[in-house]
T-cell receptor
Framework: DAGVIQSPRHEVTEMGQEVTLRCKPI?????LFWYRQTMMRGLELLIY????????DSGMPEDRFSAKMPNASFSTLKIQPSEPRDSAVYFC??????????????FGSGTRLTVV | AQSVSQHNHHVILSEAASLELGCNYS??????LFWYVQYPGQHLQLLLK??????LVKGIKGFEAEFIKSKFSFNLRKPSVQWSDTAEYFC????????????FGGGTRVLVKP
């Protein structure tokens, strides 16, 4: 398995533009998580899905952020409009409840977003 | 709500020194505990985890952690560090009642001087 795949690896955009981050979880994993990492706030959970259904989006900063999981193999995190304070590394992670004790959560390589 | 505290934000030590990183969590029920490592510019990788059984858990690269339930702690240790252990270390808690989400501590940046 290629692991959790995120794209793009780097994104530089201008303030006000729409940004879409993508994630492909590990096949068979039934949980998917979106985290944001900044120097000031560390790792924050934004939202997570179970079987493609959003379970907890309490970490989503505001209405400018939205996330979808249309199927078991794909999820997007969208920011519209983007602002400089959204600059961060966004990680996607997936997990199988059955395999949790053996493998834990698997993280993607992250997307480094810079909003100028 | 579950929370995780890592008391050391930065640690600097020399090669061959021993390392201990503190982690405390706040949740009264059954928890699963993790330590992740993030090397510069990379994603998080699992070092070790505790679910049940022996409270002394051994992980990869010579790391171990001890779960002390009475202290709500899960401290990470390594007897002799190497320059390649320079990284940021994150403690994390998953409480099943919280819906299987993973809550992270603030991280500890470790710099090992050669």
């Amino acid at each position: 398995d290629a692991g959790v795949i995120q794209s793009p690896r780097h994104e530089v955009t201008e303030m006000g533009q729409e940004v879409t981050l993508r994630c492909k979880p590990i096949s068979g994993h039934d949980y998917l998580f979106w985290y944001r990492q900044t120097m000031m706030r560390g790792l924050e959970l934004l939202i997570y899905f179970n079987n493609n259904v959003p379970i907890d989006d309490s970490g989503m900063p505001e209405d400018r952020f939205s996330a979808k999981m249309p199927n078991a193999s794909f999820s997007t995190l969208k920011i519209q409009p983007s602002e400089p304070r959204d600059s961060a590394v966004y990680f996607c992670a997936s997990m199988s409840l059955v395999g949790l004790a053996n493998y834990g959560y698997t993280f993607g390589s992250g997307t480094r977003l810079t909003v100028v | 709500a579950q929370s995780v505290s890592q008391h050391n934000h930065h640690v600097i030590l020399s090669e061959a020194a021993s390392l201990e990183l503190g982690c405390n969590y706040s949740y009264g029920g059954t928890v699963n505990l993790f330590w992740y490592v993030q090397y510069p510019g990379q994603h998080l990788q699992l070092l070790l985890k505790y679910f049940s059984g022996d409270p002394l858990v051994k992980g990869i690269k010579g790391f171990e952690a001890e779960f002390i339930k009475s202290k709500f702690s899960f401290n990470l240790r390594k007897p002799s560090v190497q320059w390649s252990d320079t990284a940021e270390y994150f403690c994390a808690v998953n409480a099943g009642a919280a819906g299987n989400k993973l809550t992270f501590g603030g991280g500890t940046r470790v710099l090992v001087k050669p």
